[in-house]
């Protein structure tokens, strides 16, 4: 297992465990030393004492100010700083995809950004100045001895997402999208979301065209950056999941598919839980599904037994706050052996379908409070102390900024389901595979927000996605194992003239 796999560490002092660390190696800026992986993408671009570092994958969108083939991304983005400010980097990030964070230093200031979703994790230190992709890189050098919930919550080990950008220890925050982080006073300013969408009136075709057409430019980069290795997707019998198969459609035989179900399933067991039926019903959708799959294809059965050393767990748990799915991570690195690999998740398609909206409440903040409720049932804080921590949050985060056709539950999802959970899904298999969601730009979030609410809840959108890239796949239950011919056809035969 690899340590910090795809990281790095931003310091203006020298950090000995990193030193020590065979697999970093460390980059001279002014003033701060940067410590990253050696597979860990760096652009670096320096004008006099000012300099701009980008890390990770940055996929440009034909749509924006900086082109798919251009050789150094840092030196455009710092090409647009110099004349426009913050704000020229900001609107050239609103057509950039990927997995990755940007640190820049003009003025004096140190300035922070990550991709739109927040999938590269951004953790940092306010006291020390110090920015980081892991929470353990920072959490060892505080001192801190006792992590703490500060509003009480009694399920502490739940997802981390309802506590917005605050972590178990006090000295150490998280960067949420579409935020800059500015050092050394530690303020996070909202940058995105501010302006009128520029899709609500766009005819709906011509939006099903752009983001299809996004999401190939997307996936063409990738093929582009390791064309020897197979492009990884894992697949279940969902929505999103659906959305990403389509998309491979022209791209079968270069990918390695995977599913991972429950040892019932390899057993013919009856289902016990709620999990094992989930996995189930996926598996044999799948299966349904076989022609239409890449051949190159894996079923992961969880392990019965433990698949972990005692050295493999330690390393897991310093690269992700929580654990996600562990047993799995070797299972993993058996199918893609070159840590070099790219894998497509179907993560945060689901923006387009009103994840938390509720249209029966017609205000804004009941909405909200419908998602403070949630939270309070699954960490089980203090209620007056969670209520009062929530609108602060709120407050803090400038909701008041947004503009008028901003729905407030999508940005509390974008902001912080995905930064504080699904960022950290991807540092767990970081180890093997770097993980991309191919709808990870702002541009295409816009796109997938736009249509009215009442038809976003009933995911028109995304399944006229699917229809648009691979029709077929439509044919097939979504969670379901009832295809479109028992639920439709069927009934229409045999009700007779």
Same mark, same amino acid.
């Given at each position: 297992?690899?340590?910090?796999?795809?990281? #790095? #560490? &931003? $310091?203006?002092? $020298?950090?000995?465990?990193?030193?020590?660390?065979?697999?970093?190696?460390?980059?001279? &800026?002014?003033?701060?030393?940067?410590?990253?992986?050696?597979?860990?993408?760096?652009?670096?671009?320096?004008?006099?004492?000012?300099?701009?570092?980008?890390?990770?994958?940055?996929?440009?969108?034909?749509?924006?100010?900086?082109?798919?083939?251009?050789?150094?991304?840092?030196?455009?983005?710092?090409?647009?700083?110099?004349?426009?400010?913050?704000?020229?980097?900001?609107?050239?990030?609103?057509?950039?995809?990927?997995?990755?964070?940007?640190?820049?230093?003009?003025?004096?200031?140190?300035?922070?950004?990550?991709?739109?979703?927040?999938?590269?994790?951004?953790?940092?230190?306010?006291?020390?100045?110090?920015?980081? $992709?892991?929470?353990?890189?920072?959490?060892?050098?505080?001192?801190?001895?006792?992590?703490?919930?500060?509003?009480?919550?009694?399920?502490?080990?739940?997802?981390?997402?309802?506590?917005?950008?605050?972590?178990?220890?006090?000295?150490?925050?998280?960067?949420?999208?579409?935020?800059?982080?500015?050092?050394?006073?530690?303020?996070?300013?909202?940058?995105?979301?501010?302006?009128?969408?520029?899709?609500?009136?766009?005819?709906?075709?011509?939006?099903?065209?752009?983001?299809?057409?996004?999401?190939?430019?997307?996936?063409?980069?990738?093929?582009?950056?390791?064309?020897?290795?197979?492009?990884?997707?894992?697949?279940?019998?969902?929505?999103?999941?659906?959305?990403?198969?389509?998309?491979?459609?022209?791209?079968?035989?270069?990918?390695?598919? #995977?599913?991972?179900?429950?040892?019932?399933?390899?057993?013919?067991?009856?289902?016990?839980?709620?999990?094992?039926?989930?996995?189930?019903?996926?598996?044999?959708?799948?299966?349904?599904?076989?022609?239409?799959?890449?051949?190159?294809?894996?079923?992961?059965?969880?392990? $019965?037994?433990?698949?972990?050393?005692?050295?493999?767990?330690?390393?897991?748990?310093?690269?992700?706050?929580?654990?996600?799915?562990?047993?799995?991570?070797?299972?993993?690195?058996?199918?893609?052996?070159?840590?070099?690999?790219?894998?497509?998740?179907?993560?945060?398609?689901?923006?387009?379908?009103?994840?938390?909206?509720?249209?029966?409440?017609?205000?804004?903040?009941?909405?909200?409070?419908?998602?403070?409720?949630?939270?309070?049932?699954?960490?089980?804080?203090?209620?007056?102390?969670?209520?009062?921590? #929530?609108?602060?949050?709120?407050?803090?985060?400038?909701?008041?900024?947004?503009?008028?056709?901003?729905?407030?539950?999508?940005?509390?999802?974008?902001?912080?389901?995905?930064?504080?959970?699904?960022?950290?899904?991807?540092?767990?298999?970081?180890?093997?595979?770097?993980?991309?969601?191919?709808?990870?730009?702002?541009?295409?979030?816009?796109?997938?927000?736009?249509?009215?609410?009442?038809?976003?809840?009933?995911?028109?959108?995304?399944?006229? &996605?699917?229809?648009?890239?691979?029709?077929?796949? &439509?044919?097939?239950?979504?969670?379901?194992?009832?295809?479109?011919?028992?639920?439709?056809?069927?009934?229409?035969?045999?009700?007779?003239?």
């Amino acid at each position: 297992m690899r340590l910090y796999a795809r990281g #790095f #560490f &931003l $310091s203006p002092t $020298s950090i000995t465990f990193l030193e020590e660390l065979d697999h970093y190696r460390c980059i001279e &800026l002014t003033d701060y030393r940067l410590y990253a992986d050696t597979i860990t993408e760096i652009g670096i671009a320096r004008d006099g004492d000012d300099w701009l570092v980008t890390i990770g994958k940055l996929l440009p969108l034909s749509t924006g100010d900086i082109p798919a083939t251009s050789k150094d991304i840092a030196d455009e983005l710092l090409r647009l700083l110099q004349p426009n400010g913050l704000q020229g980097v900001e609107t050239a990030l609103y057509d950039i995809g990927g997995r990755h964070a940007i640190i820049l230093k003009t003025g004096g200031k140190l300035y922070a950004y990550h991709d739109a979703a927040g999938h590269r994790t951004v953790y940092f230190n306010t006291d020390q100045r110090f920015v980081a $992709s892991h929470f353990d890189m920072l959490d060892r050098l505080t001192g801190e001895q006792e992590y703490s919930c500060p509003v009480g919550s009694k399920n502490t080990r739940t997802s981390p997402d309802g506590l917005w950008d605050v972590t178990e220890n006090p000295y150490i925050k998280a960067l949420l999208p579409n935020h800059r982080l500015a050092l050394p006073d530690g303020t996070q300013t909202r940058f995105g979301l501010r302006s009128a969408n520029p899709y609500t009136k766009v005819a709906w075709q011509e939006k099903i065209e752009l983001v299809h057409r996004l999401w190939h430019e997307q996936l063409q980069q990738l093929f582009e950056l390791h064309p020897k290795l197979p492009l990884g997707v894992s697949l279940s019998g969902g929505l999103d999941s659906r959305t990403v198969l389509a998309h491979m459609r022209p791209y079968l035989d270069n990918l390695r598919a #995977f599913t991972y179900t429950a040892a019932n399933v390899k057993t013919g067991a009856k289902p016990t839980s709620f999990w094992q039926r989930t996995m189930t019903t996926d598996h044999n959708i799948l299966g349904q599904m076989a022609d239409h799959l890449p051949q190159d294809f894996y079923v992961l059965v969880k392990p $019965s037994a433990p698949n972990l050393t005692e050295d493999d767990n330690e390393v897991l748990a310093r690269n992700a706050i929580r654990n996600h799915g562990r047993p799995y991570v070797p299972m993993y690195k058996d199918l893609f052996p070159d840590i070099n690999s790219i894998h497509v998740r179907g993560n945060f398609v689901e923006m387009g379908r009103l994840i938390r909206g509720n249209t029966a409440l017609p205000e804004q903040r009941d909405r909200l409070a419908a998602i403070l409720e949630e939270v309070v049932r699954r960490r089980r804080p203090s209620l007056k102390a969670y209520t009062k921590f #929530f609108w602060a949050k709120v407050e803090e985060f400038q909701y008041e900024s947004l503009h008028d056709d901003v729905e407030y539950t999508d940005v509390y999802h974008w902001e912080n389901r995905s930064s504080r959970w699904y960022a950290e899904i991807a540092n767990e298999t970081d180890t093997v595979f770097d993980s991309i969601v191919p709808v990870n730009a702002r541009r295409i979030y816009q796109i997938l927000t736009s249509p009215n609410a009442n038809v976003r809840r009933g995911a028109q959108f995304q399944t006229d &996605l699917i229809h648009r890239a691979w029709p077929e796949l &439509l044919a097939y239950g979504i969670n379901s194992e009832e295809d479109l011919y028992t639920t439709t056809l069927r009934q229409q035969l045999t009700e007779g003239p």
